[in-house]
C-alpha cells in the first residue's frame, strides 16, 4: 500500500494539519484503522492523534482518495472532534407471549 499526500493545510486555531491524500492499494479498499496508521507514520505522529475523516473510491480502481486531520496531541484531538455514538444494546424479552 503507497500513500501519496496531494495537499495539506496547517490549522493553528484547530492545533491540526488537514490532509488531502491519495492511496493505492492491491486487494480490498484499507480499513480506517490501515489507513489511520499509515498517515500517522507518513507525519511522524501518534495514531490516537490521527483522524481519518473520508476515503474516497471509483468503483473498478485500486485507489482512493483520503481526508484526514492530524493534531498536535491526543488532548487537542478530543477537546475538538465529537464523540462517537454508543450503540444501545438491546435487552432480550425474557417474557413470552400469551
Not at 480499513?31 to 492523534?49: G, H, I, T, Y
Not at 485507489?63 to 493534531?71: C, M, N
Request: no cysteine; net charge positive.
Amino acid at each position: 500500500m503507497n500513500i501519496t499526500p496531494n495537499h495539506q493545510k496547517m490549522n493553528e486555531l484547530l492545533g491540526r494539519n488537514e490532509i488531502e491524500a491519495t492511496i493505492i492499494f492491491e486487494q480490498i479498499t484499507p480499513k480506517n484503522a490501515e489507513v489511520q496508521q499509515l498517515v500517522a507514520q507518513l507525519f511522524k505522529a501518534e495514531d490516537k492523534a490521527v483522524v481519518i475523516k473520508h476515503i474516497y473510491t471509483d468503483f473498478g480502481t485500486r485507489q482512493a482518495k483520503v481526508v484526514a486531520h492530524v493534531y498536535t496531541s491526543e488532548a487537542a484531538k478530543t477537546a475538538i472532534e465529537p464523540k462517537p455514538k454508543v450503540k444501545k444494546v438491546k435487552a432480550e424479552k425474557t417474557e413470552e407471549k400469551k
